[in-house]
């Protein structure tokens, strides 16, 4: 009796081993980890063969569709190009908030759906933190790319940290954005230097001045650049040291904005909920200054004809804020070979040289100039704007990099309770 | 369609209750409920957007009626194809979406805008400062009016068909017993209109108490209406807020449905009155 028992067990040992082996095998098979080790094999291959498989594919872009400077120069200028060199066709599709697509990516994920509809998407901040988080990203793919390779700075700081946060690799810097404000030199010769003096300027000039209320992005902005004014001095500033603004040392800054108050437009009973009301209030004529994250921005809406063309750009003498935005490939990408190429375009010095032109978007390069060959910098120096805007120099000069989107996020809602609701 | 409605409100349930999929932890709480009801921001939100929705409703029925017995005076003293033609223009303004409403009047009403500047270039008002500010203000006015403006045609376009049900015959037997226009209008159209009015009028404060466009354009920074506090939840940084957002919005719908629930009350079964139109 005990050896046919022990037979049957090991029968039964050798069929739950074979069981268990093609569990493991089906397992394995089914994972996402091996469809990613096939495309983690495309970062591995030369460039030209990733072109040859990019070759016939459709790019899905998604991005925020807000502006029509940055729509034409992606329709109008980078789609025939990738469709004329590489048989690539980009789809550019807007969206209003780009954190839209990230939760629906997540869902994706989630029901483990591994091809997904974007293959290029437009985000920096937050949103890339919270990508990278829940694991939404493709793989370090930056090091593939030939113009990052060839003109890109690898140790700048700006490029490398997204709003606090290690770029990794993970996204692929593509223009940079800084804070400016303006003012109408009709009604204010001299542009403030500093928080100190515009203070005063709108002390003397009661109802002529406001910011949008956060989670308007300029407006937060702004109150940002308050604090940076209230606690720390010029150059003490890095965004990677994180609790630098501890709350208790924002008091101050709350102090100031609440002090102005009386002085503000509508007694700051209220604030303007988007940058947009705001600069509807300026092109009217109801208040003086407007502010804005693209430096152009003044330029821009003069030629639309909506600012006045007394509109004047100025900076704080401690700098501004600048924050650069970025390309990334979400993990189930349809065209991962595409969109790489697509990328890489898009950081050429020519791609990069159309979007700074003013009446194209006007959108700051990621290039670094003295890895550019003379004609190129020729070129880059050509790029010129109007009395109205500041000159690449100047801006470059004045950057601060943001803090982290954490400390953004409560800085917001501390505003709320500390400003807004009194 | 109602797969997609009524799904999306369950979810938006299911993340109130702090069971959401994208935060990935999964505890059965009321807690967030919990929060907005001892909140005063949250009650402040509530009674604003009571009373604009409210406020509104009256007024875009009031101005309605005004309206229907105008149409009902050019019904009478010329023809009916006349009439139909004015109701068609009182339907000018259902063509706007209520976010391009909002934005014009915020063109036109504010400090600086179009009415101001003609007041002031004729000699009415001395500066832009002394037109009375109308939007942004902590009552709501310009979000009211928006709200009339786009509204009142709409329950205009739902009792006209009435006006259009009065016969001659019925007219001239009120008249031969001596009742003038107005005596005709009040006794013998408005009562055939009461109920249309009430659903009109319901459908519309429904509408108002949970919109968000106007109020997000015509709004102060605080206290906000429920609908754009929600958003401003949602929108914030990270996932965090999605479960609040969400309970404010199952909250809106519980008032709602507590409206509803009144109305259908107060006003008997529905269902079995042969008045509706």
């Known amino acids: ?422 | 369609m109602g797969i997609l409605f009524f799904g999306g409100i369950f979810h938006g349930l299911l993340q109130s209750l702090g069971l959401s999929p994208l935060a990935g932890d999964a505890d059965l709480t009321l807690e967030n409920y919990r929060i907005l009801i001892v909140s005063h921001d949250f009650w402040r939100s509530f009674f604003l957007t009571l009373r604009i929705a409210l406020i509104s409703t009256f007024l875009s029925a009031s101005l309605a009626i005004f309206a229907l017995y105008s149409l009902f005076l050019i019904r009478i003293r010329s023809n009916r194809d006349k009439s139909v033609y004015f109701q068609r223009c009182f339907q000018i303004s259902m063509l706007f979406p209520y976010i391009v409403a909002a934005y014009m009047i915020f063109l036109m009403f504010v400090q600086s805008g179009w009415i101001a500047r003609i007041l002031f270039n004729m000699g009415f008002i001395s500066g832009m400062n002394s037109f009375p500010i109308i939007t942004h203000e902590p009552f709501g006015w310009s979000i009211i009016l928006a709200y009339v403006w786009k509204t009142s045609p709409f329950i205009v376009l739902l009792l006209y068909p009435l006006i259009l049900r009065v016969e001659d015959g019925w007219i001239e037997a009120a008249r031969v017993l001596g009742a003038g226009n107005f005596p005709i209008f009040r006794e013998i159209v408005f009562p055939m209109m009461t109920r249309p009015l009430e659903t009109a009028s319901f459908i519309v404060f429904a509408y108002t108490f949970g919109a968000f466009e106007v109020p997000f354009i015509l709004g102060v920074t605080y206290p906000k209406v429920l609908s754009v506090y929600s958003y401003q939840m949602y929108s914030s940084g990270d996932l965090s807020g999605h479960p609040m957002a969400m309970a404010i919005n199952i909250m809106v719908l519980f008032a709602l449905l507590i409206a509803g629930a009144f109305y259908s009350i107060t006003t008997g079964s529905y269902f079995h009155r042969e008045d509706r139109s």
Not at chain 1, 40 to 51: F, K, R, S, V
Not at chain 1, 276 to 299: K, R
């Open chain 1, 1 to 422: 009796m005990g050896l046919p028992y022990q037979g049957n067990a090991g029968g039964d040992m050798m069929n739950c081993k074979l069981l268990l082996i093609i569990i493991l095998f089906l397992i394995l098979s089914m994972a996402p980890g091996a469809v990613t080790g096939n495309e983690i094999d495309l970062l591995a291959l030369p460039w030209e063969e990733i072109e040859a498989i990019a070759s016939g594919q459709t790019v899905h872009m998604y991005m925020w569709g807000g502006n029509n400077g940055t729509n034409n120069f992606i329709d109008q200028w980078i789609a025939p190009r990738l469709k004329e060199r590489y048989h690539i066709s980009l789809e550019r599709v807007p969206v209003t908030d780009i954190r839209e697509m990230i939760i629906k990516i997540l869902t994706e994920k989630q029901m483990g759906k591994s091809t997904g509809s974007a293959d290029i998407l437009w985000i920096n901040g937050e949103n890339f933190r919270l990508a990278m988080e829940k694991g939404l990203l493709w793989a370090p793919f930056t090091f593939i790319l030939p113009n990052y390779m060839r003109y890109v700075d690898p140790s700048a700081d700006d490029l490398n940290m997204d709003f606090g946060k290690a770029t990794e690799g993970y996204e692929a810097p593509w223009g940079k954005a800084q804070f400016v404000m303006i003012c109408n030199s009709e009604f204010v010769p001299i542009p403030p230097d500093t928080m100190e003096e515009l203070a005063e300027f709108i002390m003397e000039n009661p109802g002529r001045f406001t910011y949008p209320s956060p989670p308007d992005f300029t407006g937060s902005c702004f109150i940002r650049q308050v604090i940076l004014a209230k606690t720390s001095g010029p150059g003490n500033h890095s965004s990677k040291e994180g609790s630098e603004d501890a709350p208790g040392r924002r008091s101050e800054a709350w102090n100031f904005l609440n002090d102005l108050k009386p002085c503000l437009w509508r007694q700051g009973r209220t604030y303007p909920e988007t940058v947009g009301i705001l600069d509807q209030l300026y092109s009217n004529g109801e208040v003086w200054f407007t502010m804005n994250y693209n430096p152009l921005h003044a330029f821009n809406k003069i030629s639309q004809g909506s600012f006045p063309e007394s509109s004047r750009t100025f900076l704080f003498r401690n700098g501004t804020f600048s924050n650069t935005h970025y390309l990334t490939i979400p993990f189930n990408a349809k065209s991962k070979a595409g969109a790489l190429v697509a990328i890489d375009l898009f950081l050429s010095p020519e791609g990069q040289f159309e979007k700074l032109k003013p009446h194209v978007w006007g959108d700051g390069i990621v290039l670094d100039p003295s890895r550019m060959d003379p004609e190129q910098r020729r070129i880059l120096e050509d790029i010129g704007s109007g009395p109205s805007s500041l000159s690449p120099e100047i801006l470059a000069m004045k950057r601060i990099p943001e803090f982290s989107s954490q400390e953004i996020e409560s800085i917001e809602k501390e505003w709320l309770e500390e400003v807004g609701k009194k």
